[in-house]
């Protein structure tokens, strides 16, 4: 298995299944990619990890607005802050996308709200905190026979249009790290 991480603190739970739903590479400051032995620093991760980090580095508060739009009804909208807390740093990555789908019933919507805090407690030890939320709304189209597809690639199945096929996933969790570096 390949172990998730956002800041340090995992994303995939311990049967090895990963959500991605708090996944926000727009907010992210870079991407750490341990590969094979190197992951065993992480725990049961054989297959690897990928740590995303949030940039924290920063001298002065900062602000930066991302726009995207696309092909069938795509958009998306970011705000990411950066904001100081004394000696501390702390950023704030907000964004909303939607997609209409290119088949029938196949829409979704997302909210993200991020949150990272760290601030020195002495020399070489860091408080930090994470929270973040999300909001997740799909419709599925669903299955569809092959003389359905041959007919109309872009149609939903009628079974799950009636049902109105759909997942509404609302996920939010907080961390408190403590970093301490080691003398030598």
Same mark, same amino acid.
């Given at each position: 298995g390949i172990r998730v991480m956002t800041d340090g603190i995992p994303l995939t739970e311990p049967d090895g299944r990963t959500s991605l739903d708090l996944v926000d590479l727009g907010g992210a400051g870079r991407i750490e990619v /341990?590969?094979?032995n190197g992951s065993v620093l992480y725990g049961n991760a054989s297959g690897g990890v990928v740590n995303l980090r949030?940039? /924290?580095d920063f001298d002065r508060p900062r602000f930066e607005w991302q726009q995207r739009a696309g092909s069938f009804g795509f958009h998306r909208e970011q705000g990411v802050a950066g904001y100081l807390l004394g000696r501390g740093r702390g950023m704030v990555s907000v964004y909303n996308s939607s997609f209409d789908g290119w088949r029938g019933h196949s829409g979704s919507a997302t909210t993200s709200v991020q949150n990272r805090v760290s601030t020195p407690l002495g020399d070489g030890t860091r /408080?930090? =905190? =994470? /929270? #973040? %939320?999300?909001? !997740? %709304? !799909?419709?599925y189209p669903g299955a569809l026979t092959q003389a359905q597809l041959d +007919? #109309?690639?872009?149609? +939903? !199945? +009628?079974? %799950?249009v009636s049902r109105d096929e759909r997942r509404f996933n609302r996920v939010g969790r907080a961390a408190v790290t403590l970093e301490r570096d080691l003398p030598g």
């Open positions: /341990l590969r094979s949030t940039a /924290l /408080l930090g =905190l =994470l /929270l #973040d %939320f999300v909001s !997740n %709304f !799909n419709r +007919a #109309d690639p872009g149609q +939903a !199945n +009628a079974t %799950f």
